[in-house]
């Protein structure tokens, strides 16, 4: 299974450093197309050896090859929102991941979305254990992509 993950990049890093542990435990569903969105050396200025134009075509790509997207969703992103956007409009299963905080709401355009499951988590263990539920629901309905 071709596994799309999203995260924030510019628009903030802040959830960077559990990103690398989410892409790991997907592996073990399938191959991870976007690794890189776990690339500790990015900030929020993101690729700079890549021109706007060759991200863009690059992450579509991903998005129209892919089977399934995660989406980690805790930091707000314009990319992220977009990439989500694109994997509902083509019906491809998708699983919001969310850290719910004081003074934090998740975005409605994700919240209200019936084609996105939503999973919020406290701990990355409960991250992990969301996402298993979520690819054990795709095969107990078949909907394995």
């Known amino acids: 299974m071709r596994i799309y993950f999203s995260g924030s990049i510019t628009g903030g890093?802040?959830?960077?450093h559990i990103y690398h542990h989410i892409i790991e435990h997907l592996q073990k569903y399938g191959e991870?197309?976007?690794?890189?969105?776990a690339d500790n050396t990015y900030t929020q200025l993101g690729e700079q050896q890549l021109a706007p134009e060759?991200?863009?075509?690059r992450d579509i790509?991903?998005?129209?090859?892919?089977?399934?997207?995660?989406?980690?969703?805790t930091v707000p992103s314009f990319g992220v929102g977009v990439e989500v956007a694109r994997a509902s409009m083509q019906g491809k299963p998708i699983l919001a991941l969310y850290q719910p905080a004081e003074g934090r709401r998740l975005s409605a355009m994700i919240a209200g979305n019936p084609k996105v499951t939503v999973a919020e988590y406290?701990?990355?263990?409960e991250a992990k254990a969301r996402i298993d539920?979520?690819?054990?629901?795709?095969?107990?309905?078949?909907?394995?992509?």
Request: glycine share 4%; aromatic share 12%; proline share 2%.
């Open 61 to 73: 790509g991903f998005i129209d090859r892919c089977q399934v997207v995660v989406a980690e969703v």
């Open 122 to 125: 406290r701990t990355l263990e």
């Open 32 to 37: 991870v197309l976007t690794e890189f969105v």
């Open 13 to 16: 890093r802040e959830q960077a």
């Open 54 to 57: 060759a991200i863009y075509r």
């Open 133 to 145: 539920h979520f690819f054990d629901g795709i095969a107990s309905r078949n909907l394995t992509p």
